[in-house]
């Protein structure tokens, strides 16, 4: 294949082909849109508490965690219904550890949201 020439036009469709894949997300995965929800109420909890930079960095590590594996779990989910639509005991599996890496980033999100904030709670009660 001919290398192609550098295209600023060709990088900021790729953008708009990224914000499609949120478009979708969002409007036809329900769980993203609770991932959203609690993103949107960590982030202003965030600035209510001023958590520090650490603490920051930490939280949008956690969120990106859990915006990325939901996004490849949407992935796979929509790329196994296209090979094989019908029931098979192979997806099955592969959908269950799509949907398990999901879960784990949840958990651990939690956890990570729960050491930081639950201490400031306690401070302002
Ligand atoms: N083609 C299939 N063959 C066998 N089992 C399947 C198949 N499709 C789904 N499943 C089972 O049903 C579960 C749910 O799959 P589904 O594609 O409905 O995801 P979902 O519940 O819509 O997930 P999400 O809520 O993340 O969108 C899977 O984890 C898997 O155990």
Redesign the pocket.
Known sequence: MKPQKFSLLERFKSFKYAFDGYHYLFKE???SRIHLFFTVLVIILGFVFRINYLEWIVVLFAIALVIITEIL??TI?KL??FV??????K??II??LA?AA?FTSAIISVVIGLIIFIPKLFQIL
């Open positions: 995965e329900h769980n779990n949407t989910e196994a219904d094989s639509p019908e029931k098979n005991i997806i099955k959908k269950d949907a999901v």
